[in-house]
């Protein structure tokens, strides 16, 4: 059995199909009718927009509307004037149109794969897409097709890239399992949206299988099973008939409130990081959005987006959730999340560093920028706005001095927006959530980050596998500063929500009833789970489990405690 990253539930069972790269090999070589080649390469580029144009239409309608968005943003990327001006500028210099573009290609894929982040990281995935894309057309290469995959199939590749994915047909292909890619690649994302058990960053698979293997992919667990024996066939095929009897009991809870067994309603929303999501958000029945991570709309691009780019792209998020409410977080960049055009530089120490809230408030233009796109959006929705990183009230003091000043501005140019947006604090650093009796008191709300608050407070970093042992939100160090923190804002009145992903935890979801949250703030297909586990506890039940597991003096016990009564 090999294994790799679960990164979309179901089983599937069936036979194998390897994508494999073409060869795009060519020789360089000079030109000198330079005229000639910049028309080749210009050529070349239309027809790739239109092929792409074509895939991305066919993704519209077997995935939906950002699937097709995410094909769409590489005619962009292409047609970027810095990209495409430097190919042509080498082309003008007597490079061949193949070299022209690999070299410009390459350096933004060392670029973007140079950083940490998982997001950046995809950036290099689509200029590779597009390089391949542009020198199949230069070279004359029939690109890959998997639309005549027949029923039954699964799909293996090194990496499987936005334009194959394009023409996958969601009745014929049963299981994705690639060798590179995490949980949010586009690989990932689009096998959520298509539904189709995958598993990624299978080291090694493409050189294990061939076309025609029996295999089973487990998509709920990260595991692929080559030429599996009857056994484990029959096994698989109950654990897959288990798989969508839950899933389709999970559909009762659409369209319902979200009650707790004692009566009391809760919000339930999701966490999205382009202003699309939010219809994504709403298919899945979330209520609204509790975190807007606006940093993506800062990636995938050579520029800072302007105020006006960024008020388009929150009034669109806005108008899809109509009144439902809209947590804009501002720019949260630096630690994990590197923007290679700010020209930050590298720190010794990135997570305690220049980032988030401390970059904003010395970038003063750029924060106000962003702040200036948020109240005019306002006008437009129930847009909330959320600083992160806070650690001293001199921050959210400062931050929301800007907001004053922005909103003076645009009463000064009779321009509308909510006069009583509420800004609130994400608390998500151990600092914050010591001082949260006196940010409560200068905050219109607090949503609790606990992806960074678990990692702050036990001084390890989420994404280091040595260290991961200690990385839980379920250590009593951060049960007892979450329930402070919620304590502290039911004292002063102001609703308290959680948008870490503790918030869909199970076990995590009786205690925070007890502690007192009123919102949780999760993945898209999560609410549905989420309202059911909610549905489960009373008040007084969830008090006595709480009880118990505030007694307990290691992360060991409570975890062990608690899978005996969920
Ligand atoms: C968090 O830290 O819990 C959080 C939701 O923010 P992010 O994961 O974007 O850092
Ligand atoms: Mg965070």
Redesign the pocket.
Known sequence: MLHGTAASEGIGIGKVMIIEENSLEYTPKTVTDTDAELKRFKDAVEVFCNNTLKQAEQLRKSAGEKEAEILEGHIQIIKDPYLSGEIEKLIEGGQCAEAALEQMCDMFIAMFSATDDELTKQRAADVRDIKSGVLSVLLGVQEVRVSDAPKGTILAAHELTPSVTAGINKDNIVGIITETGGKTSHSAILARALEIPAVLSVDGVISQLKTGDDVIVDGCAGDVIINPDQAEVEKYNEKRSQFLQVRRELENYRGKETLDASGTEYELVC?IGKPDDAAKAIECDGEGVG?F?TEFLFMDRTSVPTEDEQFEAYKKAALILKDKPLIIRTL?IGGDKEIPYLGLEKEENPFMGFRAIRFCLKNKDLFKSQIRAILRASAFGNIKIMFPLVTCVEELRQGKALVEEVKKELDEADIKYDKNIAVGV?M?TSAAAVIADKLAKEADFFSI?????TGYTMACDRGNSNVSYLYSPLQPSVLRLIKYIIECGVQNNIPVGM???AAANEMMIPLLISFGLTEFSVSAPSVLKVRKVISTWTKEKADKVTQKVMSLDTEKEITDYLSTVI
Do not use: I, S, V, Y
């Open positions: 966490n975190l991570r949260d994400m998500e980050g606990t992806n960074d608050l948008c870490g992903e």
